[in-house]
């Protein structure tokens, strides 16, 4: 196999050649390192690239396949984002404030890819504080669509969804707190998995909603999502809501639900032709397609811009230049709070601003019962939406955003327009679900159009399975 054939091969593709002999993990390693050396300069997917520490670690993964100690991930190269510590080495959350931190813990998620021979290859891009849509708002610069590179590539994790898109990695990992996996992988063309809430631990991810946060893969094809997955579950004495959950799937007939809310006004056309193309393959493949409502979807975009920023407000308060973050230097400041003024100022990026200030004036005094109080009662209902709808349907299928991936600055000055890119996808995070965006067709200008298939708690494996059906489909047409 030639070197430069070895970026574009998959898990399963990349394991099998390992245990073959066929390549080493060092080779397959320098073949992404020079790859990122060739790409990233018009990407820029990664913030921070560690070819030292991956080649030690490719070392190890090669000895450990030379005594037969050999998992699905061993040697394999991947990215991840830079909000999930790795211990030793720099993580910034796309912030200024952050910009000289180095890591002192690994996350859990990173200790059990460790332990399995994995290869860091470095830190991806992000909006802020995993704070945005598009990948604009890092404090460093934008990460670029690999399919356009005028064009966004999602976000937050639009980092880690354009280096697997452009075979910068085989794998990546991603947070997604209101669609930050699988809007990018929407756009980017790539398969993105949102695990249900708990289902992976979230210690060592640097928090921005506690109760949304969620850690997940993002990855050529629905195979290797599965792989991740499954290598990064469980539950862990460090996160008091993760749990052990392995539901079997065991549903005969697959019954899909078609929600009539997500084909409004607002749809782009070739997203909306694109959807119901693939629910027409389903139906080819005797899937039992059933209309259903969820009334409470209209409400899960508010809900969300109430909810995400309190929580926000609260996990930010530590950053202020002296217990967390960078120290502005001031010798004129004469109080304590004007020294936190000032590293706040100018730590934090306009778009994290805006949120910290939009959810400390929801929970102060008087306004907290009016919004933060409701808002925590119409997640209640919008959870019961979907669970009325389990009852009836094995998964819920829909558009993963409603629009197709748009120029950089394109919306940077209506911040309503880019919140609305996740209007299919936050209410999979304040539910609890896990969901998954899968490529479901092109626009005509050969731009990625995703489907997201949305499951019940803890059933990823159905939700897998159903989504591996319309892939193995869509991929011989």
Known sequence: MKTTDLTKLTIVEASEGLKNGDFTSVELTKAFLERISEKDGEVKAFITVTPEAALKQAERADKMIKNKEIYPLTGIPCAIKDNILIKDIKCTAGSKFLEDYIATYN???IEKLEEMGAVFLG???LDEFAMGSSCENSAFFPTRNPHDLERVPGGSSGGSAAAVAADMCVYALGSDTGGSIRQPASFCGIAGLKPTYGAVSRYGVIAYASSLDQIGPLAKNVADAKIVFDAIKGSDPMD????NSDKKSNSDKVRIGVPKEYFA??????VEKAIKDAINV?????AEIVEISLPMSEYALACYYIIAPAEASANLARFDGLRYGKTINDEDAEKLIDIYLKNRTNGFGKEVKKRIMLGTYTLSSGYYDAYYKRALKARTLIKSDFDRAFEKVDVILGPTSPCLPFRIGEKSDDPMSMYLADIYTVSVNLA?????????GKSESGLPIGMQLIGAPFEEEKLLSIASLFEKKYDNK
């Open 107 to 109: 996350a859990t998620v």
């Open 123 to 125: 830190k991806t891009n």
């Open 240 to 243: 008091s809501t993760s749990v």
């Open 265 to 270: 006004k607002g749809l782009d056309k070739e």
């Open 282 to 286: 389903y139906k080819e493949l005797g």
């Open 432 to 440: 609890g679900l896990p969901g998954i965006s899968i490529p479901c």
